[in-house]
């Protein structure tokens, strides 16, 4: 056979291949999550909304005003998203090998593929979620001004990559030890009354705050309700210890994960 006649592989092929394959798998978790059922995306925002409605409805009852100059609807709602971007990312990471194990019989996919794929829903879900809701508590005269840009876009890809890292942490732990699956969700039901979701952490005594803000998803929503604070003092936050986190988890997720995938071939 003639040389000249071997078609070249081209050096953005794997990318373009790989970036196709995640957009597929994107595809098909939208129409998984919210394609079989006729409220579809709006599901979503539904249960969000609502769990702003009912800690909204708590604070006005207990006569608790938002702090920093931020509406109550804002203030929860930059508890909620940041921890959602956070606890669904973590929890579909875990689940995303076991739902889509036909589809690892394709040398195309990866588990890696498979938990990326899930972020950018997750993301994109709780994106539309805080455009929708601002919106209407803009309409209903609740004051909506993002003072620091900055703080959001940061809050909303760190918080995404601190769900991949810690979901594949997890992830792969949980193919060495099953019973994980069952101790993650107690997890994250502890942190979602740890987090300051619903209060605001740096208004705590420092005996309490000190250790509530070792909790880097705590942190996040601190740093997000910052963009949207009309006070020129930053809550308790560390962009620094956030990142460190997010990056920790990432190398260490990536190894066990490469780790347990060895352990199974072997």
Same mark, same amino acid.
């Given at each position: 056979m003639n040389a000249d006649a071997i078609p070249t592989p081209s050096v953005s092929s794997a990318p373009t291949v790989q970036g196709r394959v995640i957009y597929a798998l994107v595809m098909r978790e939208v129409h998984t999550l919210y394609g079989n059922t006729r409220l579809g995306y709006l599901w979503a925002i539904i249960q969000t909304a609502f769990n702003i409605a009912v800690f909204w409805l708590f604070r006005a009852i207990l006569g608790a005003h938002a702090p920093h100059g931020m509406g109550i609807a804002v203030f929860l709602l930059c508890g909620f998203i940041p921890w959602y971007l956070f606890s669904d990312t973590l929890s579909r990471c875990m689940s995303a090998v076991r739902a889509n194990q036909a589809l690892l019989t394709f040398p195309q996919v990866t588990? &890696?593929?498979?938990? *990326?794929?899930?972020?950018?829903?997750?993301?994109?879900?709780?994106? &539309?979620?805080?455009? *929708?809701?601002?919106s209407i508590a803009a309409a209903l005269g609740q004051p909506v001004e993002l003072r620091h840009p900055g703080t959001l876009a940061a809050t909303l890809f760190l918080a995404s990559l601190l769900g991949l890292g810690t979901g594949l942490v997890f992830a792969s732990l949980a193919r060495l030890w099953p019973t994980l699956e069952r101790l993650v969700p107690i997890l994250l039901r502890f942190l979602f009354f740890a987090s300051g979701i619903f209060f605001q952490i740096s208004e705590l005594p420092a005996r309490f705050s000190d250790v509530l803000l070792l909790n880097p998803v705590a942190q996040l929503i601190e740093w997000q309700r910052y963009g949207f604070s009309a006070s020129s003092a930053a809550p308790s936050y560390s962009a620094v210890y956030i990142a460190a986190w997010c990056l920790i988890s990432l190398c260490l997720g990536l190894l066990l994960e490469r780790y347990a995938r060895g352990r199974e071939l072997a």
């Open positions: 588990e &890696l593929d498979l938990m *990326i794929a899930r972020v950018i829903v997750v993301w994109g879900t709780q994106l &539309l979620c805080a455009i *929708i809701i601002l």
